[in-house]
């Protein structure tokens, strides 16, 4: 996982380059409109994770400074959280990304698709997986309103649907779903 051109969990982007290639594929995914709020999330989080990997100075510190101005804002008007630390592979999809939070240490795969008032990485059973964030495979589809608690791993190509508390590890290909509690006829 090393491998930049990989993308997947490489925490240090090697290059102005490749942070410029990896925002340029985002734009791509949200359809090429600088205005949309989920790739200005994307991008002000790719912007701020390259800015930690640079080196000690002034530099760094101003370009941490401008990160996390940018980062209030996103999370003030739009009403998306990715930390820093949270690890993105490439070509994130936020759909209707209003409500979606990510946990500090979630590491997210390849090509994903997420949608609206979600939470990847939420906290139970007395904090005992506090430090420990979430892992969605590649091509992970998470529906809208989910909750993914902290320490599960999702496997690839995975779907979790509308309103689902995923509290267990989900295999590869599965499809998890929230269970019915009223019938209307």
């Not at 790719?46 to 941490?64: E, P, T, Y």
């Not at 990485?121 to 430090?131: N, P």
Request: charged share 20%.
């Amino acid at each position: 996982m090393d491998d930049p051109s990989k993308g997947t969990m490489n925490p240090v982007y090697p290059g102005v380059t490749n942070l410029i290639r990896l925002i340029r594929e985002d734009l791509f995914v949200h359809g090429g409109d600088l205005r949309m709020p989920s790739f200005l999330a994307i991008a002000v989080h790719r912007f701020g994770h390259w800015a930690s990997s640079q080196r000690q100075g002034a530099v760094r510190d101003a370009l941490l400074f401008f990160y996390r101005i940018m980062y209030r804002y996103v999370r003030k008007h739009y009403g998306i959280e990715i930390p820093i630390t949270t690890l993105i592979g490439r070509r994130l999809w936020l759909k209707y990304p209003s409500g979606t939070v990510f946990h500090g240490k979630a590491e997210i795969g390849d090509d994903c698709l997420i949608w609206q008032n979600t939470t990847i990485g939420a906290f139970y059973g007395l904090e005992k997986h506090f430090h420990e964030g979430p892992k969605l495979g590649d091509r992970v589809e998470v529906g809208a309103g989910a909750v993914i608690f902290a320490g599960v791993r999702v496997g690839e190509e995975a779907s979790i649907g509308p309103q689902a508390v995923v509290s267990s590890n989900v295999p590869a290909r599965a499809e998890v779903f929230a269970k019915a509690s009223h019938l209307y006829r």
